[in-house]
């Protein structure tokens, strides 16, 4: 079985969906159908229609998941020992060369990405790129508006 890499806080957030969806979104789904079917009439039930398509979106949210959580490599980055260089889980200090500007990103697992909140994902160009490198390397990122160097400023186990 193929394992996927996850932080500890990427683990954290989808543990806590899972307890969301199983302790407050499936009763209450659940409770909307009965009252639903107390209405009479399915065939022209808007209200059981609706809540029987939430019930399926929260069961399938559960199995995927449950499936994600099965299959997760967690790794602590705190509990590794600092090396200079770039792995998964690391924050790392860049400085792009060409516009001079200072910019900060912690590699994570697909499902914890959020470029807003500077976590990119293991499979990014960026990370791909900087991945193995050490403080004080160049790397060039191929990006759709063409290449960017940066140079790797700092690699934090944060």
Not at 1 to 13: C, F, I, L, N
Not at 55 to 80: C, W
């Amino acid at each position: 079985m193929k394992r996927y890499p996850m932080t500890v806080d990427g683990e954290k957030r989808l543990r806590a969906e899972l307890d969301d969806l199983k302790s407050v979104q499936r009763p209450k789904v659940i409770e909307a159908i009965a009252e639903a079917r107390e209405h009479g009439d399915l065939k022209e039930n808007a209200e059981y229609h609706a809540a029987r398509e939430q019930q399926g979106f929260i069961e399938g949210r559960i199995q995927e998941l449950e499936g994600k959580l099965s299959t997760a490599q967690v790794i602590d980055i705190s509990t590794i020992p600092k090396s200079g260089k770039v792995i998964f889980g690391t924050t790392t200090d860049l400085y792009n060369l060409d516009t001079e500007e200072e910019v900060r990103y912690q590699i994570v697992g697909d499902d914890e990405a959020d470029i807003k909140a500077g976590k990119i994902s293991v499979n990014s160009p960026i990370a791909r790129a900087l991945i193995g490198k050490e403080e004080g390397d160049v790397v060039v990122v191929v990006t759709p508006g063409g290449e960017v160097e940066y140079e790797i400023s700092e690699v934090h186990h944060i």
